[in-house]
């Protein structure tokens, strides 16, 4: 399994690089061409995609745990075949709906501006469609997911993503409006579709259909019963950016919800890193049993995540000014602004908890989550309403970091009460967190006043909260031996450099 987890979040950095590199060329030459406004259209549209939440019922979720502690048996074929005739089922509806009030959506929902209607038809209809193949694929990758296969879904998003942004800008680049950007989409997701429905199939073997007519009700009732709980936490999740998104257009503009999506966009690839390290994290707490063996996995990983995620956080901070003048020709300051403060508080108050997250969603707390987001969506609205009076725009950007750090909170609170630990083992290790961070983030903030060039603001500043932080890491004797074999393997080449940077006493 250590095998397959590792592979699993090498693939999963390797596909977070290229998404990256991708997002942060496309949106530039995106905006550039077909222009801000066409941008804003297209984040708000693409809100449609948020669909798979309804759809989805936890399904998804529910067959990687159910396959994960089942293995291949006549059961898992059976979970197999019935999520997928349960998942054609709900969409035949959904899209038929969306087809017939397609225009109320648009216009009355998203607030698209009858000018731009004829593009956000296209765009619409390409996404709906796009999420009957997304959806049903999902059945698929959960194939691969529950056999500690993640590498090749990590390896064929990165095919997706990679597909997906070069076939955009090809069709903006020959001069093609939004609706050459909706075909491309559509295109992507089909080839997506059809590369994971090969290679889950031929992984998995053949599907047993031999008793499937009298268990059918039985295994309805089990995946229901547990994904319902997790589809209640994923429909209350989508009342937090997607709603935020329509927020923004209804009270303040169309514009604005491209800046806001900007900031969404590069947490999307900042998070994606830890997002897909933690993936394989999934069914391999399914497959756990002893308490002992949660409670220090959730403990342990989130407080080396939480390490990793301190420097990170004072890069971002320090460089995204710069960074985002150099890409963006206009409206550097509220995008940088933007990006700064959404980046940061995912990064520290909801990347850090993802194994708690994980946890509860594995080890039957499914209600809990939906106790998480929906705090999430409250605490979300209940600011913007508050702020939107004195800061206008900004009201979203600190209505979001209000809902991370309130989920923050309570996630911390549950595995207080559920594993009795928390992310540090005392104060004082805290304390030398706090202090790391302070020291490695005021010398990196000291060169940027002092350097003029805009590329050395970026280069310099991170050079120096590396360093830094690998000088006070050591002091503090922050990581230890037994920590880098953990993660890296005992005696290998990777885990004597490591404890030679990182550790402050090695053997």
Same mark, same amino acid.
């Given at each position: 399994?250590?095998?397959?987890?590792?592979?699993?979040?090498?693939?999963?950095?390797?596909?977070?690089?290229?998404?990256?590199?991708?997002?942060?060329?496309?949106?530039?030459?995106?905006?550039?061409?077909?222009?801000?406004?066409? %941008?804003?259209?297209? @984040?708000?549209? #693409?809100?449609?995609?948020?669909?798979?939440?309804?759809?989805?019922?936890?399904?998804?979720?529910?067959? +990687?745990?159910?396959?994960?502690?089942?293995?291949?048996?006549?059961? @898992?074929?059976?979970?197999?075949?019935?999520?997928?005739?349960?998942?054609?089922?709900?969409?035949?509806?959904?899209?038929?709906? *969306?087809?017939?009030?397609?225009?109320?959506?648009? =216009?009355?929902?998203?607030?698209?501006?009858?000018?731009?209607?004829?593009?956000?038809?296209?765009?619409?209809?390409?996404?709906?469609?796009?999420?009957?193949?997304?959806?049903?694929?999902? =059945?698929?990758?959960?194939?691969?997911?529950?056999?500690?296969?993640?590498?090749?879904?990590?390896?064929?998003?990165?095919?997706?993503?990679? $597909?997906?942004?070069?076939?955009?800008?090809?069709?903006?680049?020959?001069?093609?409006?939004?609706?050459?950007?909706?075909? #491309?989409?559509?295109?992507?997701?089909?080839?997506?579709?059809?590369? =994971?429905?090969?290679? #889950?199939?031929?992984?998995?073997?053949?599907?047993?259909?031999?008793?499937?007519?009298?268990?059918?009700?039985?295994?309805? *009732?089990?995946?229901?019963?547990?994904?319902?709980? $997790?589809?209640? #936490?994923?429909?209350?999740?989508?009342?937090?950016?997607?709603?935020?998104?329509?927020?923004?257009?209804?009270?303040?503009?169309?514009?604005?919800?491209?800046?806001?999506?900007?900031?969404?966009?590069?947490?999307?690839?900042? +998070?994606?890193?830890?997002?897909?390290?933690?993936?394989?994290?999934?069914?391999?707490?399914?497959?756990?049993?002893?308490?002992?063996?949660?409670?220090?996995?959730?403990?342990?990983?989130?407080?080396?995540?939480?390490?990793?995620?301190?420097?990170?956080? *004072?890069?971002?901070?320090?460089?995204?000014?710069?960074?985002?003048?150099?890409?963006?020709?206009?409206?550097?300051?509220?995008?940088?602004?933007?990006?700064?403060? &959404?980046?940061?508080?995912?990064?520290?108050?909801?990347?850090?908890?993802?194994?708690?997250?994980?946890?509860?969603?594995?080890?039957?707390?499914?209600?809990?989550?939906?106790?998480?987001?929906?705090?999430?969506?409250?605490?979300?609205?209940?600011?913007?309403?508050?702020?939107?009076?004195?800061?206008?725009?900004?009201?979203?950007? =600190?209505?979001?970091?209000?809902?991370?750090?309130?989920?923050?909170?309570?996630? &911390?609170? %549950?595995?207080?009460?559920?594993?009795? @630990?928390?992310?540090?083992?005392?104060?004082?290790?805290?304390?030398?967190?706090?202090?790391?961070? $302070?020291?490695?983030?005021?010398?990196?903030?000291?060169?940027?006043?002092?350097?003029?060039?805009?590329?050395?603001?970026?280069?310099?500043?991170?050079?120096?909260?590396?360093?830094?932080?690998?000088?006070?890491?050591?002091?503090?004797?922050?990581?230890?031996?037994?920590?880098?074999?953990?993660?890296?393997?005992?005696?290998?080449?990777?885990?004597?450099?490591? +404890?030679?940077?990182?550790?402050?006493?090695?053997?």
């Amino acid at each position: 399994m250590k095998g397959s987890l590792g592979k699993s979040s090498l693939t999963g950095i390797a596909q977070f690089i290229i998404s990256t590199l991708l997002v942060f060329i496309a949106i530039p030459i995106f905006v550039r061409i077909l222009g801000t406004e066409a %941008y804003g259209i297209f @984040s708000l549209v #693409a809100i449609v995609g948020s669909v798979n939440t309804f759809a989805n019922f936890g399904l998804n979720s529910s067959l +990687v745990r159910f396959l994960a502690e089942q293995g291949k048996t006549k059961e @898992s074929d059976h979970d197999i075949i019935i999520t997928f005739i349960i998942s054609i089922v709900i969409l035949c509806p959904l899209t038929l709906g *969306g087809i017939l009030f397609h225009n109320s959506i648009l =216009v009355h929902i998203l607030s698209v501006p009858i000018q731009l209607l004829g593009d956000a038809r296209w765009l619409f209809f390409s996404m709906l469609i796009g999420n009957i193949f997304i959806l049903l694929g999902q =059945v698929f990758t959960a194939i691969l997911d529950s056999q500690q296969k993640v590498y090749l879904t990590n390896f064929y998003q990165m095919i997706y993503n990679i $597909i997906y942004w070069s076939t955009i800008l090809i069709a903006i680049s020959f001069g093609y409006s939004l609706k050459g950007v909706a075909m #491309a989409m559509l295109i992507a997701t089909i080839i997506w579709f059809s590369i =994971v429905t090969i290679s #889950a199939l031929r992984s998995w073997g053949k599907l047993s259909f031999r008793g499937l007519r009298n268990d059918a009700m039985r295994i309805i *009732g089990k995946q229901l019963s547990y994904g319902l709980k $997790i589809y209640t #936490a994923g429909i209350l999740g989508f009342f937090h950016e997607p709603i935020a998104k329509i927020l923004v257009s209804h009270f303040i503009g169309v514009t604005e919800v491209g800046f806001f999506d900007i900031g969404l966009r590069v947490k999307n690839q900042v +998070v994606g890193l830890f997002n897909k390290l933690l993936t394989p994290l999934y069914p391999a707490i399914s497959k756990l049993t002893q308490t002992d063996n949660f409670k220090f996995l959730v403990h342990d990983i989130e407080q080396k995540i939480f390490l990793a995620v301190i420097p990170i956080t *004072g890069i971002i901070i320090l460089t995204a000014d710069p960074i985002i003048n150099l890409i963006f020709y206009s409206q550097a300051d509220i995008i940088s602004i933007t990006v700064i403060y &959404i980046v940061s508080a995912y990064l520290l108050g909801s990347t850090t908890v993802i194994p708690m997250y994980l946890f509860l969603m594995a080890k039957g707390h499914p209600s809990k989550i939906i106790i998480v987001q929906g705090l999430n969506a409250v605490v979300n609205a209940i600011f913007f309403f508050l702020f939107l009076p004195w800061l206008g725009y900004y009201a979203i950007v =600190v209505s979001t970091v209000a809902s991370i750090s309130s989920s923050f909170g309570l996630l &911390i609170s %549950y595995q207080k009460r559920y594993l009795d @630990s928390l992310i540090f083992d005392s104060k004082k290790q805290l304390a030398a967190v706090i202090v790391s961070f $302070i020291i490695a983030f005021s010398l990196g903030y000291y060169t940027t006043i002092i350097i003029e060039s805009i590329m050395w603001k970026i280069i310099t500043p991170s050079i120096i909260v590396v360093l830094m932080t690998i000088i006070t890491y050591r002091y503090f004797a922050l990581l230890n031996h037994a920590d880098i074999n953990r993660y890296f393997g005992e005696n290998t080449a990777l885990s004597k450099l490591s +404890v030679r940077i990182l550790c402050k006493y090695y053997r």
